[in-house]
């Protein structure tokens, strides 16, 4: 399996950006698919996850502002991020569930992993 991220950039607070995750080898519509996110010095975090028929939900710090998309005709995945704050800042990763527990927000549930893209955004 191939995840390939992409869409990151610079952008200013209260920008928006659209990010991308490419899948390849592995029948992508069975999985549930999730973002993660690593500022400088932190621990990753989990962003949200969007489930094989995509329902989604999201980390409290970005409801209302992210949303999760899937294309499984595409094998693609999407995260559409609006009024970003500087605190967005961080590498964003896209991940493949392991098909198996129900830990959403945990990195070790998660066996596949994009190589990230940096997100900055500038106050």
């Known amino acids: 399996v191939q995840l390939q991220a992409s869409g990151g950039g610079l952008v200013q607070a209260g920008g928006s950006l659209r990010l991308s995750c490419a899948a390849s080898g592995r029948t992508f519509s069975t999985y549930a698919m999730a973002w993660f996110r690593q500022a400088q010095g932190k621990e990753r975090e989990w962003v949200g996850v969007?489930?094989?028929?995509?329902?989604?939900d999201y980390a409290d710090s970005v409801k209302g502002r992210f949303t999760i998309s899937r294309d499984n005709p595409k094998n693609t995945m999407y995260l559409q991020m609006n009024s970003l704050k500087p605190e967005d800042t961080a590498v964003y990763y896209c991940a493949q569930h392991q098909g198996y527990g129900s830990r959403w927000n945990a990195p070790d549930e998660y066996n596949y992993w994009g190589q990230g893209t940096q997100v900055t955004v500038s106050s």
């Open positions: 969007t489930w094989r028929g995509g329902s989604t």
